[in-house]
């Protein structure tokens, strides 16, 4: 399945529009920044919560994907590589994930054993963040779409905040 993930010009705080591959929107995702931690929560198109993302309280960044309420996953930057761009992608009950690819350029996938489970891409010629996350039968639509906002989060959020901090001492 491929989704696109858009995020929503002039809102306050991180807000995402999730839509299918008929470009309906079949998730919202509406995001809280404050002084302590970032949460996102993933709605469907009822307005129920399918996800949530919470942001832990640590020298690195880490997040816990909460589906159905029941901890997903945990995703941190791996501050042993931290210009090799690697993360740790922990999932309690099932066998890992690794994401790879070039952070940077918005170009990344997740696999599984080597196995290829999703791939995302960011769309250049847009004014507000877009990206296409393409997603293998069988895997946890909703589970990958919150890893790949969390990637995005600890690249363009957090990582630029922790380099701008060791590069100018501020």
Same mark, same amino acid.
């Given at each position: ?44 198109t009822? =307005?129920?919560?399918? *996800?949530?993302?919470? %942001?832990r $309280?640590?020298?690195?960044? !880490? ?5 159905? +309420? ?23 009950d ?6 790879? =690819?070039?952070?940077? *350029?918005?170009?990344? %996938?997740? $696999?599984?054993n080597?196995? !290829? ?5 960011? +769309? ?21 779409l ?18 701008? $901090?060791?590069?100018n001492?501020?």
């Amino acid at each position: 399945m491929r989704y696109q993930l858009q995020e929503k010009l002039l809102s306050f705080g991180r807000t995402f529009a999730i839509r299918n591959e008929a470009n309906q929107e079949v998730f919202r995702v509406n995001g809280k920044g404050f002084l302590v931690g970032k949460r996102l929560t993933v709605r469907d198109t009822t =307005g129920a919560p399918v *996800a949530e993302i919470k %942001q832990r $309280l640590q020298v690195k960044p !880490t997040y816990d994907i909460f589906c159905n +309420g029941k901890l997903f996953a945990t995703v941190s930057l791996d501050i042993k590589h931290l210009f090799r761009n690697s993360l740790i992608i922990d999932l309690p009950d099932q066998d890992g994930l690794t994401a790879q =690819g070039d952070f940077t *350029a918005h170009e990344f %996938q997740l $696999l599984r054993n080597g196995v !290829t489970v999703a791939r995302v891409s960011k +769309g250049w010629i847009t004014i507000k963040d877009t990206y296409s996350v393409e997603i293998a039968p069988g895997e946890d639509d909703v589970a990958v779409l919150a890893i790949a906002m969390v990637i995005d989060q600890v690249f363009f959020g957090d990582l630029s905040l922790v380099l701008d $901090l060791l590069v100018n001492g501020q």
